[in-house]
């Protein structure tokens, strides 16, 4: 019997000058666990002319992940930091009451061919934290917990999962776990999953309850404890969840909050250049005319689908 209860398929969004495959916010699913939001970045053969750049922007009342498969991408954000992320490593910006970040591709790319791949991720801060300092926090690839056996690679991005732990500074229970198949075998993870979970296929393929799930989809399970499939060797997948936020969110934009009043300052703030500047990047992304608040719980349809 199968463990899937929603599927879900990529759909094409524009972030500015490069195109992406959502995958959350679905008007069928807003949210799993405190992940509100996952944009698939590529793969992208970039030409000479051709780069990432996305202008500052704010954010509030989340955290943003940013976790590459190839390529690279200088982050600057209002904090003053300037970092480049590699494959493998992640970057975690929590917002909190404001911060503003831009994403480029590094200087010394910008004139050769490149390639760009990755996921870019928010997570919901609990509503007694939202209001909380940003910061910002890197982790190399080689620090993130990591174990194999005979069938499969596994790395835990962020979270806790048995007894891994992530150095990504998380605010409520989460997991968001890597899986390289070397073998075709039985992935039997329900016993230690908690609160919502759903599985995103990058590469390969899996078979649950007779089906066969591929590429560019993502698979919303019935029930967490009992996450069990067929992954066929080559494959490469991510489960993810965790504990539900118990308060209703809003998402307008790039602002996550369990306050539209809240929601409705940051317009304003932005609007009025009232956030924090990035050092070195003096561009300005304007506020959407066309966006609405969007419950992250209901099942109205919103422009962010």
Not at 119 to 129: F, G, H, R, S, T
Not at 288 to 293: S, V
Request: overall charge negative; proline content about 6%.
């Amino acid at each position: 019997m199968s463990n899937v209860g929603l599927i879900l398929e990529e759909k094409a969004a524009d972030i500015g000058n490069f195109l992406v495959g959502r995958l959350l916010p679905f008007k069928q699913k807003r949210h799993v666990g405190p992940f509100v939001f996952i944009d698939h970045m590529g793969p992208a053969k970039l030409k000479d002319y051709q780069n990432l750049d996305v202008g500052p922007h704010p954010h509030i009342g989340l955290s943003t992940l940013t976790y590459l498969f190839e390529g690279a991408i200088m982050h600057r954000d209002s904090l003053g930091t300037e970092l480049e992320i590699q494959p493998g490593a992640v970057n975690w910006m929590t917002a909190g009451k404001g911060v503003v970040h831009s994403e480029r591709t590094p200087e010394y790319l910008r004139t050769t061919e490149k390639t760009l791949h990755g996921l870019q991720i928010w997570v919901a801060l609990p509503k007694e934290l939202e209001n909380m300092e940003p910061s910002f926090v890197h982790v190399e690839a080689d620090k993130l917990p990591h174990w194999e056996d005979e069938n499969a690679a596994y790395k835990l991005i962020a979270g806790q999962f048995r007894e891994y732990t992530s150095g990504v500074p998380v605010y409520s229970p989460l997991y968001l776990i890597e899986i390289k198949a070397h073998n075709d075998f039985k992935v039997s993870l329900g016993k230690d999953l908690y609160g919502e979970s759903a599985l995103y296929v990058l590469e390969g393929e899996i078979k649950d309850g007779g089906e066969t799930y591929g590429t560019k989809q993502l698979l919303v399970a019935k029930d967490a404890k009992l996450c069990e499939f067929e992954i066929k060797a080559g494959s490469t997948v991510y489960i993810f969840g965790g504990e539900e936020l118990p308060e209703e969110h809003f998402i307008f934009w790039n602002f996550v909050s369990s306050s539209r009043e809240t929601i409705e300052q940051a317009k304003e703030d932005w609007k009025n250049h009232n956030f924090p500047k990035v050092p070195g990047d003096d561009d300005y992304v304007p506020l959407p005319k066309a966006q609405l608040n969007t419950k992250i719980k209901d099942q109205k349809s919103d422009n962010n689908e």
